[in-house]
């Protein structure tokens, strides 16, 4: 089938890449250059496991292609929209324009029958609104297809999905656009992969509490992160306990520095923004608190570092060790990992910062912080030690060894990602978060 991917950034470069994977002939759009020009010779712009192999192979077979003119797009029958929704600057809620942009600058190349399939996460009602404008521009029928891919398993979560989810239009619009998807995704539905079709409201709702859902489940373990803190309770074997019960489940339950990414904090923001707007702010009230919680964890770890030093944090040399919002992931977009390296840097400590994959971005926004690619050389000499990104290679770290490298062995880790008593044991003084 001949597919378009509008937007080829973390979600549309995978989806692209992977359609071709599956035998689909794509084209990827982007209005970024540098970006289609690495595309299109076969390279990742990002880190993603997994993704250079089928972007190699994808241009390799001649079935997928990149480009900066919408006008190639002629030909393909499915359409899909994964254009960024970033949060409004000042402002909750979600800023839809490059959604707008993508669609008017499609519409004029659509052909009658064809599919315009989003994928962006968007405020509900926008689907309703754009369907409108596709209708009014074009033949061409419109169906919400929200995206559920984990950055650092992008690759296999498209591929194979764990769910499928069509917000479709009515009447006769319906057939059409569910047919097309069904072809668009026909190896997953031969493997049974659950479907839920369905209208246009419930699809964007889906996505969005979803994140919620999530959000929420970590900030839960992180409030009662919190309480353990103040009464020496462990919130790592509290949450293995009460995970033990399959209706709440261990998953997503890790106490920590927090969340972050370009998803669920700006998804949650939006949210709220999105249901003030439909007057039914209280009903999602407690995302704010979901919101509040996880950013106070971010302070919490700071204030470890500060306390550690009796306040006397000026000078002091702290390695940081992450920057990506989490593993596996280049990705800085609202990263806990960098923000708490910049607070940290701006109450004078000598910032040193190390991640297996996220220096170049952070360098291009933080250009402030020190950075090396080499753990040994952040660790020598620091007088603290944070892990704030659970990076295999810093869980695998031998606290032994790297106690000779240090000025002061006192590690923080905020991903509560590393075995206290191997560090203990090996002369550290190890702090956890809501853990004694
Ligand atoms: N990243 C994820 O893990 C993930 C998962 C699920 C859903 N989503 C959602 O998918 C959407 C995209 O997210 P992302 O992380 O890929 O963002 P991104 O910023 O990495 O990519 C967006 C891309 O769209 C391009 N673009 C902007 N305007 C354009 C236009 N008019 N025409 C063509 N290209 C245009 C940008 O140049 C960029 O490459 C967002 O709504 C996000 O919430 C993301």
Known sequence: MKLSVIGCGYLGAVHAAAMAEL?????????????????????????????PEILASGIASGRLSFST???D?????????????????????????????????????????????????????????????????????????????????????????????????GGDAFEVAKSALD??????????TPLVVTDYATAELVKVSANA????????INAMAEIAET???DVTQLADAIGFDARIGRRFLNAGVGFGGGCLPKDIRAFTARAEELGRGESVAFLKEVDSINLRRRQKVVDLVVESFDGQIFGKKVAVLGLAFKP????????????????????????IATDPEAIAN???????????????????????????????????????????LVARPYVIDGRNCLVPSDWRDAGWTYQGLGRP
Do not use: C
């Open 23 to 51: 035998g689909h002939e794509v084209v990827g759009i982007d209005v970024d250059p540098n970006k289609v020009a690495t595309l299109a010779a076969g390279e990742a712009p990002f880190f993603e496991p997994g993704l």
């Open 69 to 71: 003119d919408m006008a």
């Open 73 to 169: 797009v002629v030909g393909a029958k499915v359409h899909f929209v994964a254009v960024g929704t970033p949060q409004r600057k000042g402002e909750n809620a979600a800023d839809l324009t490059y959604v707008d942009a993508a669609i008017d600058s499609l519409i004029p190349y659509l052909s009658d029958g064809d599919l315009v399939a989003g994928k962006s996460t968007v405020p509900v009602g926008t689907a309703a609104r754009l369907a409108e404008k596709v209708a009014a521009g074009s033949g061409a029928h419109l169906a919400w297809n929200p995206e559920f891919l984990r950055e650092g398993f992008a690759v296999e979560d498209t591929i194979s999905p764990d769910r499928l989810v069509y917000g479709l239009p």
């Open 183 to 192: 072809e668009v995704y026909e190896v997953a539905l031969s493997r049974d």
């Open 213 to 220: 859902f999530l959000a929420t489940k970590i900030s839960f």
């Open 231 to 233: 009464t020496g309770a």
């Open 328 to 351: 596996d992931s280049d990705d800085i977009r609202d990263s806990p990992a960098l923000d708490v390296a910049a607070r940290l840097k701006g109450l004078g400590a000598e910032v």
């Open 362 to 404: 952070a360098k291009r926004t933080h250009p402030q912080l020190d950075f090396t690619t080499d753990i040994d050389e952040a660790l020598t000499g620091a007088d603290a030690v944070v892990v704030v990104t659970e990076w295999k290679v810093f869980r695998e770290l031998d606290p032994a060894r790297v106690a000779g």
